[in-house]
Structures are given as structure tokens and as C-alpha cells.
């Protein structure tokens, strides 16, 4: 018998690669929505279509996770036997600027949907989308399930309270919830003002006349990047497990903002070679002197997350998962993306 899924953050770019997975493998998928003034659904539009065509089930539900009516309607409604939960307000930097906003989505939206589940006894399999800024500025390298987190910002604190109250309703409720501690992942469906997007399309833009010059912060940050095609396998498995767990999944590879755009750059056909140092610093092209990257101060946040990369051994062992793209691959499939969609005047979300 078909299993039925429910994704929070459907519209995301986790919430459609999971959206693809979890309809492969013959779930009944739905996800909450929340209203938008512009529909944001640009992600998911293909999918939807292709599910409509093959009579899949594949059904939006209005809901807000600041809103604990609206979370409840839907889950006595749906019943389903997998939760996904994505939707958070996920931008670091955004964090600082909205930090009440981003703590009420991000970890009381999580309490809301674990009072459903134990409230009305809804035997679900839950998954919470944790995050390796948990570590924050970490004592240790690389990081596992043991490292001590130390979170360097409101997002990584309301992400805190979402893997600690996960495992505290699985230790007092018996309830079956997985943290996964997922480090950065990426792909041509990567919201457009995180970093490796930005570099990507703004390379892109320029290439073909739409942009000036890629206006960047913290040139040296470095991060464990992976494909989030990848990542929603490793989400798929934890919920097949009989014990419920946390797990880290990553690359255990970290490369800086510079690497991604020197590669980035050799894929859009431009030499990078950097000039002078701090905010004064440029990338500019080697064959047309182009100055192609500049460094602005408004992009950098009060407080870095720092020595980020992840040991996921546990995950290979235990959960079989196995990434199929490294970093190269990973940039090569987003530039080239974004240089095909800015080419031929597509819209950039429906990769
Ligand atoms: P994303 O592209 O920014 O998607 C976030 C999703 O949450 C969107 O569907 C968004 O809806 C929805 N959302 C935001 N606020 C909401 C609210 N108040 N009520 C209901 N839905 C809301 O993020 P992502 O990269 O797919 O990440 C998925 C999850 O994994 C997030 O929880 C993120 O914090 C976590 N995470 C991500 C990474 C990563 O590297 N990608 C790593 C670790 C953890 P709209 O489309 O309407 O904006
Ligand atoms: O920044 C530096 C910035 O915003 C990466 C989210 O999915 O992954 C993501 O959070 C690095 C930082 O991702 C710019 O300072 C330089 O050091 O792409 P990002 P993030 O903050 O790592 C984690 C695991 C999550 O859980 C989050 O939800 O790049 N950086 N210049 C910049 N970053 C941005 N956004 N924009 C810049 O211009």
C-alpha cells in the first residue's frame, strides 16, 4: 500500500528534489504552502504537472508554520505516515535582521507540529531539517553526532531548539524523530541570495550584459558543500529506519567563497585573478580586465560560522548513503544552468 508523505516547505529547493524522490518511489506526496502576494512556486510547477499527468497524488495545502490551527487542520485531514519538515526561514544573514520572526518559524514552528502529532496521537515518522550552523564557530574539525554545537547566530540558535525538543520528544514520548544535521547543499533550484547561487546567476548576468559587477562579502568563509539531490536521499532514509536518529551529512571536503568562484568563473569563460585585499579587494578577468567581483561590506554578518565541515561516516554506514557529485560537478551543474536559463531568457527557479 502507498505511503502517504506530508513536506512542509514543499516549495523550497529541498521541498521539490524530496517532492521527486518521495513520488518515484510511489508516495502519496502533499505540502504546505504558505500565502504569498507573488506565488513562489516556481520550483515545483514542472512536478506538479508531470504528477497531474500520471494521476499521482500531489496536493498543496494552505498552512503557515506560525500558525498552529493551520498545521493541525492539515494533519488530521492528511494522516500521513512520513513528515517532512523544511519550511524555515533559512537565511543566516536574514536571521540577524529578523531574529523574533526566524525564532517563531524555525523552533516554535517545530514545537507546534510535535504538539499536533502527540496531542491527537498521529503515529507519524518525523524528519527536522537541522543544520550544520548548530557547530557554529566550531572547537573541532571535522564534525560529528558528538561535537558540541555552538551556534554563531539567531538562526542557528532557533535551529538548536528544534534538534534539542525533536530528541526530547523522542526520549519522554517514545516518538520516532530524526534530526538530520545536514551541512550546505546546493543546485540550479538554490535560493538566489545564498552564496553559491548568487555567484552562479550574477556570473551568468554578466556574461550576457544583465549585471556590472558580483557584489560579495566574506570572500574567505569556507563551507562543506554538497548536491541537495543527494541530501533528500539521506532524509528518505532516516525515516526507514525502525530507531529513530540523528545523523551528520556531508562531504567532509570544505572549500572557500574564492574556490566556488574561480570555478565558477573558468565555467562562464573568465580567468579570475584578485587584486588588493579586504573590502578593497576585486576579482577581475585576465584576458578583457574586467573587474568581475567586488567586496562590500554589507554582506558581512556580525558574527561567522567558522571551520565548517562534516564527517558523515555514521550515515554511510548505518543509513547506506552514498553522494554521487563533488564539488566540481556541483559548480559545473550550477553554472552551467545558470548560463543556459540567463542565455535563453528563462525564469530561474524552474530548473
Ligand atoms: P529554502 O529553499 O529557503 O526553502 C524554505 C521553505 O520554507 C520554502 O518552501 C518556504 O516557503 C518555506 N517557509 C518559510 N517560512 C515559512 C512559514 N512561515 N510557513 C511555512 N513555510 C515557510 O530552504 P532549503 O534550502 O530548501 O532548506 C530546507 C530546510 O533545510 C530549511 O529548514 C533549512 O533551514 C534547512 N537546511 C538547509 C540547508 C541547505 O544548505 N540548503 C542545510 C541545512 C539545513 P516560500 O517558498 O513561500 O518562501
Ligand atoms: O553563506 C559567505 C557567508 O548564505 C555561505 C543555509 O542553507 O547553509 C546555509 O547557510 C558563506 C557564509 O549559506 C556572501 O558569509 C560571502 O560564510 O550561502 P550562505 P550559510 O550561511 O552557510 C546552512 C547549513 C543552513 O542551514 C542555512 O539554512 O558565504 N558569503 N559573501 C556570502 N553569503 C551570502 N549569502 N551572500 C554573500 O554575498
Redesign the pocket.
Known amino acids: 500500500m502507498s505511503r502517504t508523505a506530508l513536506i512542509t516547505g514543499i516549495t523550497g529547493q529541498d521541498g521539490s528534489y524530496l517532492s521527486e524522490l518521495l513520488l518515484s518511489k510511489g508516495y502519496h506526496v502533499h505540502g504546505i504552502a504558505r500565502r504569498t502576494s507573488t506565488l513562489s512556486r516556481g520550483r515545483i510547477e514542472r512536478i506538479r504537472e508531470e504528477a497531474q499527468r500520471r494521476a499521482l497524488t500531489y496536493d498543496l495545502h494552505y498552512a503557515d508554520m506560525s500558525d498552529a490551527g493551520s498545521l493541525t487542520r492539515i494533519l488530521l485531514k492528511v494522516r500521513p505516515d512520513e513528515v517532512y519538515n523544511l519550511a524555515?526561514q533559512?537565511?543566516?544573514?536574514v536571521s540577524f535582521e529578523q531574529p523574533e520572526y526566524t525564532t517563531d518559524v524555525n523552533a516554535v514552528g517545530v514545537l507546534r507540529l510535535l504538539e499536533v502529532f502527540r496531542t491527537n496521537g498521529i503515529p507519524v515518522r518525523f524528519y527536522q531539517?537541522s543544520?550544520?550552523?548548530l557547530f557554529g564557530a566550531a572547537d573541532s574539525s571535522p564534525q560529528d553526532e558528538t561535537t558540541a554545537f555552538n551556534p554563531a547566530?539567531p538562526?542557528?540558535v532557533s535551529?538548536q531548539f528544534g534538534f534539542s525538543i525533536v530528541k526530547n520528544y523522542r526520549d519522554a514520548y517514545g516518538m520516532h524523530g530524526c534530526n538530520g544535521i545536514?551541512?550546505?547543499?546546493?543546485s540550479p533550484r538554490r535560493?538566489e541570495?545564498?552564496?553559491?547561487?548568487?555567484i552562479t546567476l550574477g556570473l551568468a548576468r554578466i556574461r550576457y550584459g544583465f549585471q556590472e559587477v558580483l557584489?560579495?562579502?566574506?570572500?574567505d568563509?569556507?563551507?562543506d558543500w554538497g548536491y541537495a539531490g543527494d541530501y533528500v536521499d539521506a532524509m528518505w532514509r532516516m525515516l526507514q529506519c525502525e530507531m529513530a536518529d540523528d545523523y551528520v551529512v556531508a562531504t567532509g571536503k570544505a572549500h572557500t567563497?574564492r574556490d566556488f568562484i574561480e570555478k565558477a568563473a573558468r565555467v562562464a569563460e573568465y580567468e579570475i585573478e584578485w587584486r588588493g585585499e579586504g573590502v578593497g579587494e576585486t576579482g577581475v578577468d585576465r584576458k578583457s580586465g574586467k573587474t568581475l567581483v567586488s567586496v562590500?561590506e554589507r554582506?558581512?554578518?556580525p558574527l561567522?560560522?567558522t571551520r565548517?565541515v562534516g564527517n558523515a561516516a555514521k550515515a554511510r554506514q548505518h543509513l547506506g548513503w552514498v553522494p554521487t557529485m563533488d564539488f566540481e560537478g556541483l559548480v559545473q551543474l550550477m553554472a552551467t544552468a545558470d548560463l543556459r536559463t540567463v542565455r535563453d531568457g528563462g525564469s530561474v527557479t524552474e530548473v
Open positions: 524555515a533559512a537565511h543566516v544573514a531539517a543544520s550544520s550552523e547566530s538562526y542557528a535551529k545536514l551541512f550546505n547543499h546546493e535560493g541570495n545564498f552564496v553559491t547561487r548568487k557584489s560579495l562579502g566574506n570572500l568563509a569556507t563551507r567563497v562590500n554582506y558581512y554578518r561567522e560560522s565548517l
